[in-house]
Structures are given as structure tokens and as C-alpha cells.
């Protein structure tokens, strides 16, 4: 196969200012067509689990070909710096999407969400960084290589946010990003917020992270909003870049000589939900169309941050598949094993907000797949036992990445852990047929011992159905 190079001589067109989009920002999206030049996505959020493989939503992809705007294409489910390469079947996917949307580069994060352990894999559900040293390099370079040749693109790896603190002795920030990408030959997508968070959090400033990268490989930006929780500042995407964010930007971008992209992320939940108003985010746009004009337009007044090399690192550190063992069981809340003790790792008070990220993400994938039988168990039981049952799954099984998934794994923990809820059993069937029936693209027939239409009317208006709603009746749930 022929690998298009990746280096940085690799022509690229300027595509401009744009944003990341996913459902829920139509709106957005049509308010902003003349300040939108690009439009991002991130294919995983629109896949499914389909048998062993992965399916993609055909109407999702088809609405974004539909738009003007060129395509860019960023990866958020299978990262490239663990040791647990990412899924041929999964890249192939990405690869096609690629083609779809002629988009002239994809990025994917420089992070890990699987674990291997003798034989046994597991998923983080959070990205998680590698340990900063010459070995992470290496396994970095060559997850590279191998994803380059699958999808016949140039690639960028983003600039990761990490809520933990430095391991003594580990590679700053800078210097592991800057080596990685020479080892593989590649572009950066340099997302401002993460490192904003990696500082505000206790890790290397901004512009010395930027000092010491390669600016000629940079050659996309993104920018966003986040929340404080805990005493720590998140990557939440939450609303517009803060003032201070867009000011190290303003420093930034003139010294960047090849960027070619400029684009603002913020998930759909904050504009359907009104905490941010569209108002808002044009005003955002706008400014960074200004913040475009300026890219490479004077030399960079970042400072400069000697390298050290990579062997001034990595002394006493634990190998990369050792820290990615570590640290997953450390955010899963997983027991300790004898070559899991390293005792930084489960002291670090980062480990508390990735597990809390975690555990919320997790409630709201079940949330949103199974929202009837949600309602019945807080009707029935309340919050404190949604969430002891919510707990005990979570110590039962690592998460998947894929809500349905994981809204069919609860299902099965909740039917043998629920207790007596009437009418549980049916709700939950009734629910978990419909994940089936879209993740197969089959009907799926449900027998039932009450009146469906009479349960979901009670749940919708918020309360328990009547006892005489008894069936027995059957369901069939149409294929998507």
C-alpha cells in the first residue's frame, strides 16, 4: 500500500475557522454559516456496536455531506499512545469517513482508553495519558505508523489534558509531545484548553509547552470552555474559550507558520439546555476569525525551553503497558495488584475527578439508553438506590465505550440486582430490545406481562403504572 507522507513538507490547504459538530447543534450550525468555514466531526460519536464490528448512522453522515463547509475528521474513541493498539475494523471505519468527506488530514488523541492485563482487555471510557518517556515515544510512533498505513492520510495526534501530577523524572509536557512527533513523522492538533487545564491543574505553562514544541508540525487548533469541580479546572467543552484562554491564543497563533485549521468545541447539551446561547457562540466565532488573520504573522514570542533529551528521562519510571495497568485500575477503582503499587499513582488526588467523570459519564449513557427504567427505579426505590445499584455495577465491570453496550450490561446487572420494582423486567426488555434492534438493524420481539402503552404513558408523566395493567402481551420492535 502507498502511505501518503506526514511529515511536515506535506502540502495542506488552509481551511479556516470552524467547530466541531455532533447532533443537537443544527441550530447553532445554521446560525453561523457565514463565519464557518470547517466543520469537524468526531465519527464515533455517531457509531454503533454492530456483531463483532462497528456500524456507522448513515443519516449523521449524510447531513454533514450535505454541508458547504470543508470536513475534518477527529477521532475520540480509539487514541494512538497506548500499548493496546486501536482496532483495524474501527481505523478502516475512519478511514472510509475520510474518503466520504475528503478531509485532508484526520486527528486522533495522544492518550489510552483499553487495558491489557494477561490476556484480558478492558476499556477506561476516559482517555487517559502514557507515562512521558522514551518507551511512550516509541509505542506512540509506531500506533502512528500502523494507523497512517490503515487510513492512507496524514495525521495529527491532539495535545492531551492530564489532571494528574508529573511523575519524577517523566518528560515535561512539551518535550514528550515535541518527540513524539518527530519519532512519528507527524502533525500536532494543539488544543489550547487541554494544556490551560494541564496548568491551572499544577502541570507545565502553556507557553512553555508550546516553546518546546516543533511549530512547523503544528497544524490545528482547537479551543473551548470547561468548569471548575473539586478544586480542579475540566476539559468540559462547556461554552465559549475564557478571556484569559483567548489571550494566550493571541500569543500563540501569530508563531504558528502552517496552521491550517482554527476550531471552537462545546457539547450540544449546553446550547439545548440554554445555559449557552447562540448569541454567545457567533460572538465566539467571531472572534476567532480574528485570531485566524493572524496565524504565522510574526515571529514567535514564545519563550525558549531547552531540550534535555530523551535520556535525561525515564529513571525508576514503570514501562508504558505497567503504567496504563496502574492507572486503569486506579480510575476504576479496581484492586491493587503487585505490579500495580506504584504508590504516586494512587495517591494522586487527579484519580478522584477522572473517577468521578467517569461514573457520571457512565450514569448518563444508562440514563440516556434505558430513560424509562431510570424513572421506574427512582419512582419505585429513589436516587440512593439508583445510585448503590449504579456503584455495584461499576465495581461488577469495567465500562464500554459504546452506550448501548453499556445500557445492556446494566440491564442484565439491574434484572438480577434490582430488587423487587414491578414492572421492571418489562421496561428494561421493552428498552433493551430497542438498542438491539438499532445496533443489529433486526426486529426484535418482546414478550411482556403488562399493557406497553399503558407503562410508558404512567413513566412519561412521571408515575408508577397501575397493578391491573396485567398482559400477557407481545412487542415488536421495528429495525431503524
Known amino acids: 500500500m502507498s502511505v501518503p507522507p506526514a511529515s511536515a513538507s506535506v502540502h ?18 445554521e446560525a453561523a454559516q457565514d463565519l464557518l468555514d470547517v466543520i469537524e466531526i468526531e465519527p464515533q460519536t455517531s457509531w454503533y456496536r454492530h456483531g463483532s464490528g462497528y456500524g456507522q448512522r448513515e443519516e449523521f453522515l449524510q447531513r454533514v455531506e450535505r454541508m458547504p463547509q470543508r470536513k475534518l475528521v477527529h477521532g475520540v474513541g480509539f487514541p494512538i499512545g497506548g500499548t493496546v493498539p486501536p482496532d483495524p475494523a474501527a481505523v478502516r471505519l475512519v478511514g472510509e469517513t475520510v474518503r466520504r468527506l475528503g478531509a485532508p488530514w484526520v486527528s486522533e488523541h495522544l492518550s489510552f482508553n483499553r487495558v491489557e492485563e494477561t490476556g484480558r482487555e478492558y476499556g477506561t471510557l476516559f482517555l487517559l495519558p502514557p507515562i512521558q518517556t522514551p ?11 500502523s494507523m497512517r498505513a490503515l487510513l492512507s492520510a496524514p495525521i495529527a495526534f491532539e495535545t492531551g489534558v492530564n489532571y494528574l501530577r508529573r511523575q519524577p523524572g517523566e518528560m515535561s509536557d512539551g518535550a514528550f509531545f515535541a518527540a513524539v512527533a518527530e519519532a512519528a513523522d507527524c502533525g500536532i492538533l494543539l488544543d489550547l484548553h487541554n494544556l490551560w487545564c494541564n496548568e491551572k491543574n499544577g502541570r507545565q505553562p502553556v507557553l512553555e509547552v508550546v516553546g518546546e514544541l516543533p511549530l512547523h508540525r503544528v497544524w490545528e487548533m482547537h479551543l473551548a470552555g470547561g468548569q471548575e469541580m473539586d478544586g480542579y ?77 530523551l535520556a535525561a528521562f525515564a529513571e525508576g519510571l514503570p514501562r508504558p503497558a505497567e503504567w496504563e495497568s496502574m492507572l486503569g485500575r486506579a480510575v476504576l477503582g479496581f484492586e491493587r495488584t503487585s505490579s500495580t503499587r506504584h504508590a504516586p499513582v494512587w495517591t494522586d488526588p487527579g484519580i478522584g475527578v ?32 439508583l445510585q448503590e445499584l449504579f456503584g455495584g455495577f461499576w465495581r461488577s465491570a469495567s465500562p464500554e465505550q459504546f452506550a448501548g453496550v453499556e445500557a445492556e450490561a446494566f440491564g442484565r446487572y439491574l434484572l438480577r440486582h434490582g430488587g423487587d420494582i414491578p414492572y421492571l423486567a418489562d421496561i428494561a426488555a421493552l428498552e433493551l430490545a430497542v438498542l438491539r434492534a438499532r445496533g443489529s438493524g433486526t426486529a426484535q420481539q418482546v414478550p411482556l406481562s403488562c399493557d406497553p402503552f399503558v407503562l410508558l404513558d404512567a413513566l412519561a408523566r412521571g408515575i408508577l403504572p397501575p397493578r391491573d395493567a396485567s398482559g400477557p402481551y407481545e412487542v415488536v420492535v421495528p429495525a431503524p
Open 354 to 385: 477522572i473517577r468521578t467523570v467517569v461514573g457520571r459519564t457512565r450514569a448518563g449513557m444508562v440514563a440516556d439508553a434505558l430513560p424509562g427504567t431510570v424513572r421506574l427505579v427512582l419512582l419505585t426505590a429513589g436516587e440512593n438506590w
Open 135 to 145: 518507551d511512550s515515544v516509541a509505542v506512540a510512533a509506531r500506533s502512528i505508523a
Open 233 to 309: 479546572w475540566l476539559d468540559a467543552h462547556s461554552g465559549p474559550a475564557p478571556d484569559e484562554l483567548l489571550e494566550l491564543a493571541a500569543t500563540v497563533v501569530p508563531g504558528l507558520p502552517v496552521l491550517h485549521a482554527l476550531n471552537f468545541e462545546m457539547m450540544p447539551t449546553y446550547l439545548t439546555s440554554g445555559r449557552v446561547t447562540i448569541d454567545r457562540v457567533l460572538g465566539q466565532l467571531e472572534s476567532l476569525r480574528g485570531l485566524w488573520e493572524s496565524r504565522g504573522l510574526a515571529s514567535s514570542r514564545l519563550p525558549a525551553v531547552a531540550s534535555r533529551g
Open 12 to 29: 495542506l490547504p488552509d481551511l479556516g475557522v470552524g467547530m466541531i459538530y455532533m447532533p443537537g447543534l443544527e441550530p447553532l450550525v
